[in-house]
């Protein structure tokens, strides 16, 4: 999610977990948000640089107050100031939990360091939150492995990542729903530089 603040298209936003993990869950975020610097990205100690613009920064403000107006619970962060005209579009890492999958932050694209919690009680849950929005690009499934891959199969989504692993560049990239069409990566990007011409005959 903190990778270039957010402002990343496979950026997984959203967090579901268990519901009788989420206090754990909560507790290990603001573990790791207690120490993450952000400043400039040339710097090697810097964790997080800022927004793109002021445009975006006014953009994900937006976002983080429609999650405070429509009831999350905020973990860690909260509604950035304005910044001066020299301090740059920083916006701290936002965790909400509680978040409802009906809430916007749950259910648009946000580009920006904006976490929601969500917590399920079953896999069926789990599942229809997970395919509960209008996107379908990038996912991840933690669990013990078959289970998880199992899971990551029936998920309507073009990338899913299992336990941590990395992607495969000559595997496909693209998403479902409104995540666009096609796909890019390896055989697959490479059709669509082709030109397939069809012959059909009758006869001699």
Partial sequence: LLLNAGQTCTALSRFLVPAEKLETAEA???????????????DP???MGPLISGAQFERVRGYI???IREGARQVAGGLPPEPGA???WFVPP????????????????????VLS???????EEALAIADGTQYGLCGAVF?????????????????????DASRDLAAPFGGFKSSGVGREGGVFG?????EPKAIFEHGS
């Fill in 28 to 42: 290990l975020l603001k573990s790791v948000l207690a120490d993450y610097p952000m400043g400039d990205p040339t």
């Fill in 94 to 113: 936002v965790v909400f939990s509680d978040v409802r999958p009906e809430m916007r932050i749950a259910q648009e694209e946000i580009f920006g360091p």
């Fill in 65 to 67: 107050a429609s999650g």
């Fill in 45 to 47: 100690a810097t964790r």
């Fill in 117 to 123: 919690v969500m917590p399920y009680s079953t896999l």
């Fill in 190 to 194: 490479l059709l669509e530089f082709t």
């Fill in 143 to 163: 669990g013990p492995h078959e289970a998880a891959v199992n899971f990551a199969r029936r998920m309507r989504t073009g990338n899913v990542y299992v336990n």
């Fill in 86 to 88: 020299n301090d740059g």
